[in-house]
């Protein structure tokens, strides 16, 4: 259910989307200490919550906050170039995480990979997501086409994967905690309530629980269920996107 590897390539995708493979798990992805250089530098400028799961911290703003609401929809695009750039400042010197994801998704499929269109406009990618200890990322799953039900990009989709590389981890807790069967959108919402999620508790023992090491890269199926265990002390620190397949032919696409 979980593939190990030092080195990405289109073979692991391909398993990942055919769902011979629940994660990957890219160890060294970056060097550990520069991922703690990396998370320092990112969270010693702040951070904000998301608006619609204010428990859990960001830098950028996701899709998923814009709910196909008009004027959130306008904010998210017209702060994508403006996010992308405040990644890379909080980076600099070094090469933010998530451009070197994208040039490494870029030269191992064999279709190339870009950065998303959604309406005719560049798609932001790079959310850096905060954790607070003690607060568990409730269970759930992520769906294009349900966060962007008139469009057909997202409606194409054969297959979608959530992305993450750890810059910081609390020593105890905040473990991904992945469940193999999907709930329809239908099942989802009548379970979740009028929270963001559900509690982990009521969906079972998960089929994997991974603790992820500062530096590693973390792929996985985000139309399956999941969810982050409360951590015990320290924040915990992760740039994130979605990639994107619609077959071996077209190339793959990203995210946040």
Not at 195 to 221: A, D, R
Request: glycine residues 8%.
């Amino acid at each position: 259910m979980i593939i190990e590897t030092n080195c990405l390539d289109a073979t692991c995708i391909e398993k990942l989307a055919n769902q011979k493979a629940l994660a990957i798990r890219v160890k060294n992805f970056i060097p550990s200490d520069l991922a703690m250089q990396l998370g320092e530098k990112i969270l010693g400028q702040g951070f904000e919550h998301y608006l619609n799961a204010p428990s859990v911290g960001r830098i950028g703003m996701a899709f998923y906050e814009a709910e196909n609401k008009p004027l959130r929809m306008v904010d998210y695009f017209e702060s994508v170039f403006k996010n992308i750039e405040d990644l890379r400042q909080r980076c600099s010197p070094y090469q933010a995480p998530i451009d070197t994801l994208r040039c490494v998704l870029d030269e191992i499929w064999p279709a190339g990979a870009q950065l998303e269109t959604l309406y005719g406009k560049k798609m932001y990618v790079g959310l850096s997501r905060v954790v607070r200890p003690g607060v568990t990322f409730l269970a759930h799953h992520d769906i294009f086409a349900k966060d962007a039900p008139d469009s057909f990009r997202a409606k194409s989709l054969l297959a979608q994967f959530a992305a993450n590389v750890y810059l910081a981890m609390p020593n105890q807790g905040g473990a991904l905690q992945l469940w193999k069967d999907e709930l329809s959108p239908e099942e989802f919402d009548a379970m979740r309530g009028d929270n963001y999620g559900i509690e982990p508790s009521l969906l079972g023992k998960p089929t994997l629980e991974i603790q992820p090491e500062i530096g590693e890269l973390l792929l996985f199926n985000s139309r399956c269920m999941h969810s982050v265990s409360a951590g015990a002390d320290d924040l915990r620190l992760s740039l994130s996107c979605f990639i994107g397949y619609r077959g071996s032919a077209n190339p793959l696409s990203f995210w946040s």
